[in-house]
């Protein structure tokens, strides 16, 4: 699968109706987004049931601040419409499948449970 470009109207959608989503942050200016992005893509169509996405800082400059994006690239994931992952900087492809596998096997369930554990 491709990724598909999100806008400040589409992110909240995308998360609603898919289990598992990758975000990229990046700019057109960017080198190392540049260098990123056809790692990005090979993931993409390695693994058909992650969807995968990406934000053109420079285009949803809101939806950038919104996410407190301060460095791009910027990758996200969210799994079950919560923040998992978030980390700036191009990864290689090995350090792209180990976070991609990470969020696969992570339970929902015993994170959330964890969390309520959590003194406020």
């Not at 992650?50 to 690239?73: C, G, K, M, R, Y």
């Not at 350090?95 to 339970?107: F, P, R, W, Y």
Request: glycine share 4%.
């Amino acid at each position: 699968m491709a990724t598909i470009d999100l806008t400040e109207q589409s992110f909240a959608q995308t998360l609603e109706s898919n289990a598992i989503v990758f975000v990229d942050f990046w700019a057109a200016w960017c080198g190392p987004c540049r260098m990123f992005a056809p790692t990005y893509g090979k993931a993409a169509e390695r693994h058909p049931d992650i969807t995968f996405a990406q934000v053109d800082t420079e285009a949803e400059q809101a939806l950038a601040a919104a996410a407190n994006i301060t460095s791009i690239p910027t990758l996200m994931a969210f799994k079950d419409k919560t923040l998992v992952f978030s980390q700036p900087g191009a990864l290689n492809a090995t350090g792209l499948e180990e976070v991609i596998q990470a969020v696969k096997n992570l339970d929902m369930d015993k994170l959330r449970a964890e969390a309520v554990q959590q003194p406020a």
